[in-house]
């Protein structure tokens, strides 16, 4: 079984290590799939997930 530590330990990025710029891309939006699995049971079509903190939404 695995431990806490490695279930949850991927990457986690913030909006300061983020930069999005205007370019051209070879790919077509009907391509992109923007999906992720939130848990077994959930599939996010966008995945945004509120912060769970009462001081940011």
């Known amino acids: 079984m695995l431990s806490f530590d490695d279930k949850f330990s991927g990457e986690g990025l913030t909006y300061d290590d983020v930069l999005l710029l ?3 891309s070879e790919v077509l ?3 992109v799939d923007t ?3 939130f848990s077994r049971d959930i599939k996010l079509n966008i995945p945004i997930v509120t912060a769970a903190m ?3 939404t």
């Open 35 to 37: 999906s992720t699995r």
């Open 29 to 31: 939006p009907r391509e």
């Open 54 to 56: 009462d001081t940011v």
């Open 22 to 24: 205007p370019s051209y």
